[in-house]
């Protein structure tokens, strides 16, 4: 059931050429552009999909963003991955509700954000504090407090080590995965599964070859390219623009000893 917006929401306000700003609406706040401004009162209690007109008669579509949105527009420090590799990290890694993932590399929360909503226990190694902080912050703001119980940020080098052993996922954004293969293999039980995203094709390559001396196997490299189509009326054609490169996703199954 949808519910109506409240103080503390995020919305997105979306302009007449679908320009997005993302906005937590506060009790007595306003959302100022060039356009004029719309106070956020007139939005608090209203379902989204409703339309607000500015000070100025600009008007604004006003939505909850999704995941996709918030990933785009979130604070962030460290390049996030982008939502076209998001999703096939969830089925390459095959998510589900209560496995038990490592990340390493967890720079801003985009992907642990995308873990968390799928159900998983996520613990998450990242060098550095000021990313563990902004990780934590984001997932708690766009997930909520519940999806934080789930989630672990540790100040590590994964590059030296993984505590445990009962891992089902290994999910790896590091310049270097492969110097973290047989750590996985120690800490993954049977079956699991591991998936490392790199922007380079020499990264993918190098971390084929580790996984060709360990106990991984089914191992395959993929790359996503996500082409918009321009569609009105009779004139169809492909975007002109397109996500092209991004990185490169390789995924593997820890079968034996």
């Known amino acids: 059931m949808s519910r109506p917006l409240e103080a503390g929401d995020r919305v997105l306000f979306l302009d007449s050429k679908k320009r997005s700003y993302l906005v937590t ?4 706040g306003e959302f100022h552009t060039h356009s004029g401004f719309v106070p956020h009162d007139d939005v608090i209690g209203r379902h ?3 339309t607000i007109t500015s000070t100025r008669s600009a008007r604004y579509l006003v939505v909850r963003p999704t995941l996709s949105d918030f990933v785009l527009k979130m ?4 390049q996030v991955i982008y939502p076209k590799d998001l999703g096939p990290i969830l089925m390459l ?6 496995l038990k993932v490592l990340e390493s590399g967890v720079g801003s929360g985009a992907l642990s954000m ?3 909503r799928a159900g998983a226990l996520v613990t998450g190694y990242e060098l550095r504090a000021d990313f563990a902080v902004r990780a934590t ?6 997930l909520g407090t519940e999806a934080t119980e789930r989630y672990d940020v540790q100040e590590r080098d994964c590059y030296e080590g993984i505590d445990g052993t009962d891992f089902d996922r290994v999910v790896l954004d590091l ?3 492969w110097q973290v293969v047989p750590h996985a293999e120690r800490a993954m039980v049977p079956g699991g599964i591991l998936v490392a995203y790199t922007p380079s094709i020499t990264q993918a390559s190098q971390l084929r070859e580790r996984l060709q001396k360990s106990s991984f196997d089914l191992a395959a490299t993929v790359e996503v390219l996500h082409r918009g189509w321009h569609i009105d009326g009779a004139a169809v054609r492909p975007d002109h623009r397109m996500v092209g490169h991004t990185g490169f996703l390789t995924h593997a199954r820890l079968v034996g000893g």
């Open 48 to 50: 989204e999909g409703v």
């Open 137 to 142: 912050r984001n997932v708690e703001s766009f």
């Open 75 to 78: 604070p962030r420090g460290a």
């Open 114 to 116: 995308t873990l968390l």
């Open 25 to 28: 609406l506060e009790a007595g």
């Open 175 to 177: 310049p270097e995965p």
């Open 93 to 98: 890694a095959d998510i589900s509700p209560g």
